[in-house]
């Protein structure tokens, strides 16, 4: 079974300092995975992704994520926080090795950037 | 290009009544789908399409019809509104099953007393 788990509901930091959200999956396969963000009333947003290569990804909006395949983790991080970037981070993962099409989404982890 | 969009924005409906939520793309992708969003639980697939003319079930498929006639249009049916359906709806797509990339359009929140 393909699963993701985000195991912070709610992660703060100060403005200025690192931030990383963390996420861990569970796929039989090829893992694909992703990075959204979502604002108050609003759709997702794609951030970032890691399909093959490079274990480091750099996203929009200064973010970047590590794929950890010993771990099974994809945490995001950022080098230096915004206020601006206080949302809904949502982690999701798809199975690229099967021909099936669904992605599987985290519970969803809320960011608070402290001024 | 508008994107996704989705209509209504709110709905409020009485248990045992029918709606269509309503989603189109007009990116000609030809992958679309529907996912409902609840507090502690993220994001979960209701249904999808690789294409005009072909659906298939997610994880919560029960009490919810999709079809989808054109490569622009995904609707969403709810046939006998339970108020477990009480949630927020989003409709997403991409250009064709294996890209990778989603586009959510801005969801739907519907209550069903």
């Known amino acids: 079974a393909q699963s993701v788990a985000q195991p912070e509901d709610q992660v703060n930091v100060a403005e200025g300092n690192p931030l990383t959200v963390k996420c861990t999956y569970s796929v039989s396969g090829n893992p694909y995975l992703f990075w959204y963000v979502q604002y108050p009333n609003r759709g997702l947003q794609f951030l970032l992704k890691y399909i093959t290569g490079d274990n480091l990804v750099k996203g929009s909006y200064g973010f970047e994520a590590e794929f950890n395949k010993s771990q099974t983790s994809f945490h995001l991080k950022k080098p230096s926080a915004l206020v601006s970037d206080s949302a809904l981070y949502f982690c999701?993962?798809?199975?690229?090795?099967?021909?099936?099409?669904?992605?599987?989404f985290g519970t969803g982890t809320s960011l608070t950037v402290i001024p | 290009n508008a994107g996704v969009t989705q209509t209504p924005k709110f709905q409020v409906l009485k248990t045992g009544q029918s709606m269509t939520l309503q989603c189109a793309q007009d990116m000609n992708h030809e992958y679309m789908s529907w996912y409902r969003q609840d507090p502690g639980m993220g994001l979960r697939l209701i249904h999808y399409s690789v294409g005009a003319g072909i659906t298939d079930q997610g994880e919560v498929p029960n009490g919810y019809n999709v079809s989808r006639s054109t490569t622009e249009d995904f609707p969403l049916r709810l046939l006998s509104a339970a108020p477990s359906q009480t949630s927020v709806y989003f409709c997403?797509?991409?250009?064709?099953?294996?890209?990778?990339?989603?586009?959510f359009g801005p969801g739907t929140r519907l209550t069903v007393l």
């Open positions: 999701a993962v798809r199975d690229g090795s099967r021909t099936g099409n669904q992605f599987y």
């Open positions: 997403a797509s991409s250009p064709h099953p294996s890209s990778n990339e989603q586009f």
